[in-house]
């Protein structure tokens, strides 16, 4: 029989007034949207009719984002659907978004990473990593390669699941070190300092991770299909990472050397560290049938992600059969066919029992991908009714500069910015296009503004309600609020300056 593991169920936990003030941002939202929506439907905005009754739209989709009035997917999917109601467009092309390739991109991912959860791929690679007897039982080792595992996990899955699968490991470190301090008022204080900074590095390290490739999270294909699909620009797996990559690298070592300072001096962790971590990796026994068939498809995904950066490296790109694996196997097949290894894979041929049920694999968050298709409908109606040129030449107007470094810093400031009160894929949703938008409108080539609020649109460290990881920490009780929005604050200006710096330089050499 297979083995899986329940899915965790993340609690995020909120004082009562933050509970308070979420559900008077949502009330504030559900009136102040149709009366948003009713304004700039009867203001003679000089605008097409059909730009206009679209910008109506987008004033009534922005506030129920902003205020979470309604749940994110659903105005998402709300949005293209009052633009067929108000003839803004017709059915088939309003929709069409919903089966871009980028979604089955979405897919298919989605499904890979529920595998690595389903089977404990993730959970042996977490304590593997912690068990390296490079690590041992020093504190701030521990912390270090702990973010790391983190991290690296979130390139691959969910932000969220990554943290709620750390989240139980970081506890159970942290008590154990409370079971074991010394009787002195002194040591437990530094040990509730350093759960604080595992704490925290647990989400950063997870938001951040994400940011390393396409599919570690929502934003990063968000700008990718938009880049795509509206400015016509193609970014590859490969260019992707070598902006994204040196973004969370740079990212993390700030987090590691900014904690182990803060949160790991004057902790003695003892060797029963080290064998709590040998202990739970040994209950998972060898590597299963399952795991090893999930690192196969995994492993071929990448391997086909990463082809057509191998024929850049080699200066083969321009082949015949470098162009014909491009336009045959592209990114979104690529994670289609790993998907499907997942469903042929035997654990058990005598029993037709195959790596991946239906029935496991439908479990991924199918309201991101409508999210997705969502506001790729509407920043594609935006461009195509005009809207989107009019809004770029109204920005323009007011900016004091108009060139690539100063539009770059505005877009990922808006981001990170608008990350903090609402999601980080709604944030994309909102943004990306805006800052194609006013790219267009300047002269200026969309590349980096949209890069810099794709990326920024990852950030949002400050408050509980910024992201789920940072709930799922925050309901452990080791961090005070005004703690988090300390050092939440201090990643959002340092990821401000990194995002941009990498993005001027580093875009140049790639595009």
Request: charge should be neutral.
């Amino acid at each position: 029989m297979l083995t899986s593991r329940p899915e965790p169920s993340p609690v995020e936990l909120h004082s009562a007034a933050e509970e308070q003030f979420n559900r008077r941002r949502r009330t504030t939202g559900l009136w102040l949207g149709p009366a948003v929506f009713l304004v700039l439907l009867l203001l003679p905005l000089p605008l097409p009719p059909p730009a206009h009754r679209l910008a109506a739209i987008f004033g009534l989709i922005v506030v129920l984002w902003v205020t979470e009035a309604l749940p994110v997917t659903v105005t998402a999917i709300l949005g293209p659907m009052a633009a067929i109601v108000l003839g803004v467009a017709d059915a088939r092309t309003a929709l069409a978004p919903f089966a871009d390739p980028i979604i089955f991109l979405f897919i298919g991912s989605f499904i890979l990473a529920q595998a690595m959860f389903v089977h404990g791929l993730d959970r042996r690679f977490a304590y593997g990593a912690l068990s390296w007897p490079l690590v041992g039982s020093h504190p701030m080792r521990i912390l270090v390669v702990y973010g790391f595992v983190a991290a690296a996990l979130s390139m691959w899955i969910s932000n969220t699941a990554t943290t709620a699968m750390m989240f139980p490991i970081g506890l159970s470190i942290v008590s154990h070190l409370l079971r074991t301090a010394p009787p002195d008022e002194a040591a437990r204080r530094a040990i509730k300092r350093y759960a604080l900074g595992l704490m925290l590095i647990t989400s950063f390290a997870a938001s951040i991770g994400g940011m390393a490739t396409p599919v570690g999270t929502p934003p990063n294909l968000i700008g990718i299909g938009m880049l795509d699909r509206i400015a016509d620009v193609r970014i590859t797996f490969v260019q992707w990472m070598v902006l994204g990559l040196p973004v969370a690298a740079a990212l993390f070592a700030c987090l590691a050397v900014g904690f182990s300072l803060a949160c790991a001096r004057g902790v003695a962790a003892g060797e029963g560290s080290a064998m709590l971590v040998r202990q739970e990796l040994s209950r998972l026994g060898g590597l299963t049938v399952a795991q090893r068939n999930v690192l196969i498809a995994f492993g071929t995904t990448i391997v086909l992600w990463i082809t057509p950066g191998f024929f850049a490296l080699t200066g083969t790109e321009a082949s015949a059969f470098a162009t014909r694996y491009a336009e045959s196997v592209p990114e979104a097949v690529a994670a289609v066919l790993g998907a499907f290894l997942l469903f042929v894979l035997p654990v058990d041929w005598s029993t037709r029992r195959f790596t991946l049920t239906w029935d496991q694999a439908a479990r991924i968050d199918w309201g991101i991908v409508f999210l997705y298709g969502g506001g790729l409908a509407m920043g594609s109606l935006a461009f195509s009714t005009g809207l989107a040129d009019a809004i770029g030449r109204g920005v323009t107007a007011w900016l004091p500069s108009q060139g690539t470094l100063a539009l770059t810093a505005t877009f990922t400031a808006v981001a990170i910015i608008l990350s903090e009160t609402t999601s980080n894929t709604a944030s994309a949703n909102m943004v990306v296009p805006i800052a194609i938008a006013v790219s267009e409108a300047a002269g200026v080539r969309p590349i980096e503004p949209a890069l810099g609020a794709t990326l920024g649109a990852s950030m949002g460290f400050m408050m509980p309600i910024s992201t789920a990881p940072n709930a799922i920490v925050y309901s452990s009780g080791f961090i005070p609020i005004t703690t988090m929005m300390k050092y939440g604050i201090g990643l959002d200006v340092v990821g401000f300056f990194v995002i941009v710096a990498v993005v001027m330089l580093g875009a140049p050499l790639v595009f």
